[in-house]
């Protein structure tokens, strides 16, 4: 078990510097004389080959299932399951074991274009919810270390230059937050050539739409340009800096998590939860 127990943390560690994600799954809740005990440990990698077991049979099968289910979604979440792998989705529905999954892998990047008092909160509220953020702006006196002390990286320069430069993967999230229709152009049409997991464009429809035209113009796929998130943020009524930044952010870990954004609260015996929020209205620029 020791030599087990060092081999999961050696690829643990290895996916938290920035290698390939893993899946770990721990049990914390078994019946006595079951397959598996409380303290067994499996760890599942991304084409679904593991490192130690829950017991074999079709509990392991389910778990590791669920492990690879788990992987786009980034999740960390207790799973209950009967001896025979069913997953007990109902909180009220008796479950032999409890299975604590959770995706292993180096924190997510977004990179904040733009540096005004919406790119600020942003970097703020990102940080905090585990993102590791890099702000980047061409003025000076927006673009330093000391604004933006959450921040992993802030870079002035051209945005066109430092975004080209920039290294992106599919676990990247772009937010264009700058000062003006001009210079959002001029980024999106550089991130979208480079690999994302997430591109968000602020301001009014209008002034996103006519951005989005003019790439279409220039041979920018539609599907590709249909998957921008314009405008920006989940609808909770957002009007100062702060509260535009808790929007957006709640729409990239809604992304990131594969959450519906609708609201969760609901009364029971009154009918379906609420519809899913809709598209968030247009957000002011800094």
């Not at 994302?196 to 920018?220: D, N, P, Q």
Request: glycine share 10%.
């Amino acid at each position: 078990m020791t030599e087990l127990i060092a081999r999961i943390t050696e690829e643990v560690l290895a996916a938290l510097a920035g290698g390939r994600p893993v899946v770990t799954a721990g049990v914390i809740a078994a019946p006595e004389g079951g397959v598996a005990a409380v303290g067994d440990k499996m760890l599942v990698r991304a084409d679904g080959s593991r490192l130690g077991g829950l017991g074999g049979g079709p509990l392991e099968e389910a778990v590791a299932t669920a492990c690879l289910a788990a992987l786009p979604r980034h999740a960390v979440e207790t799973l209950r399951f009967r001896a025979d792998g069913t997953l007990i989705e109902e909180r009220h529905e008796p479950a032999d074991y409890e299975v604590l999954i959770e995706v292993i892998e180096a924190p997510a990047k977004l990179v904040v274009v733009g540096g005004g008092h919406i790119g600020r909160s942003l970097c703020k509220i990102a940080a905090e919810v585990g993102f590791s953020v890099t702000v980047i702006d061409d003025r000076p006196e927006y673009a330093y270390p000391e604004r933006f002390p959450e921040a992993d990286r802030v870079i002035c320069d051209d945005f066109e230059d430092a975004l080209t430069a920039l290294s992106s993967d599919t676990n990247t999230y772009f937010v264009l937050v700058t000062r003006g229709h001009k210079q959002d152009e001029l980024s999106l049409r550089v991130v979208l050539r480079k690999p994302w997991a997430y591109v968000g464009m602020i301001g009014s429809k209008r002034r996103t739409t006519a951005v989005l035209m003019h790439l279409e113009e220039e041979g920018f796929p539609r599907e590709l340009l249909d998957r921008v998130h314009t405008p920006i943020g989940l609808d909770i009524g957002a009007e100062t800096p702060e509260e535009i930044a808790v929007s957006i952010v709640a729409e990239l870990i809604m992304v990131r998590r594969g959450g519906t954004g609708r609201q969760m609260y609901y009364r029971r015996g009154r009918g379906e939860r609420p519809a899913q929020a809709g598209a968030a209205a247009a957000s002011p620029t800094d």
